[in-house]
Each structure stands twice: as C-alpha cells, then as structure tokens.
C-alpha cells in the first residue's frame, strides 16, 4: 500500500515537473480574442472591487493560456501584476501611485524576456501606468485613448493611428465598466481585442 502510494506520489511528482518546465513557444500574439475579453473583464471586476487576491487567476489565465508563457513565470508575473495594481488602487493620489511603476517595469521586462518581443519594458511600463491616471482621473478622459493607441503600437509593433480603432474600443469598455455595465463593457474589449489580433506582425526574433 505504502508502495503503491510513493508510486503515486512520484508520477504525480513527474506530470507536474513536465508541465512546469516543457519548452513553450511564448507569444503575445497567440491570445484568442473571446478568451481575452473574458479575462480583461475579470480583471477589471477583481479591480473595481480592490480584491486584488482575486486578480491572480486571471492574470495567471492570460500569461499562461493566452501568451503560452511557463507556469513558474505566469506565476510570478501574476503576482507582480497584482501588486501594480494593489500599489497603484491604494495610492491616494498621483505621486504615490508612481509606486506601481517598478513591479510594471518586472512584468514587461518577464514579458519580453519570454515571448521575445520588440517592445521597450521600461517604455511599455511607463504608458501602461499613463493609461492607468488617465483611466483613474475622469477630468483628462479625454487622452486615454489616445495614451492606450500608444501603448498597443509599442506592444505589437503598429503605428498608433493603426492602433486607434482598438484603443477606442477599450476607453469606450472601460467607462461601460466603471458604471457597471459589464456586458456591454466586454462587448467593446472583445472587438478591441479582434482588432488587435488582426493587427498582429510576426514577433522580432
């Protein structure tokens, strides 16, 4: 019996080993849309609540379903992620949320590190985080889309004008999710995400 337990013990032991750390082709780029729009909303959900623990397996979700990231660094990126979020949600004003700046520059530098892509982690994280005041700050809603078209030019290699379509999309969703109206707001982020995935150019080798 004692055996038969080990046994088991160690198979499960191997699948899990396998799982971890099989080679992965990693790619900002093999998201499928409906699946993303899923997740961002959940975010956003996990956000809006400020129940930031709620926030990992989403974010796990997207690094490791959507992007094809290993386990161990979606994990991490998870938490680095949150704690962006976490840092920046609690801040209670535009200097202190600067603090989220450093767990975002982690979460692209693992980002690029993995897929291989062409972005600038610092770049990326410091609009990432202009995205994030505009979104917060309803008297300058007015730049988010503009600061979003930026952002998703630097992740995927596009102009910002080709980016815009999409950018609008997302500032539309996320004044839907600010007042509550969920199906409408993922509506909106899941023809954002079509977009994008159109848009997508082969990742710099």
Not at 100 to 127: E, W
Not at 155 to 166: D, I, K, V
Request: aromatic share 10%.
């Amino acid at each position: 019996m004692m055996f038969a337990l080990r046994r088991l013990l160690l198979l499960v032991l191997i699948v899990f080993a396998v799982y971890c750390f099989w080679p992965r082709t990693s790619s900002m780029q093999s998201f499928d849309p409906e699946r993303m729009s899923e997740l961002q909303i959940a975010v956003w959900k996990g956000t809006t609540s400020k129940q930031m623990q709620s926030l990992i397996i989403p974010l796990f979700k997207v690094y490791a379903g959507q992007y094809n990231l290993p386990p161990i660094s979606s994990l991490k990126i998870s938490f680095d992620t949150a704690r962006a979020l976490h840092l920046f949600h609690t801040s209670p004003d535009a200097a202190d949320q600067e603090k989220a700046l450093m767990p975002l520059q982690v979460v692209f530098h693992t980002l690029k590190s993995n897929t291989k892509a062409g972005f600038d982690p610092t770049a990326a994280a410091r609009i990432e985080l202009t995205t994030w005041m505009l979104r917060a700050d309803h008297a300058k809603r007015a730049q988010l889309t503009t600061a979003w078209a930026e952002s998703l030019a630097l992740l995927y290699g596009h102009t910002a004008e080709e980016c815009l379509p999409a950018a609008k999309k997302f500032s539309i969703a996320s004044k839907l999710a600010d007042d509550g109206k969920w199906d409408e707001a993922r509506a909106n982020v899941l023809d954002a995400w079509k977009v994008i995935k159109s848009l997508a150019p082969p990742e710099k080798k």
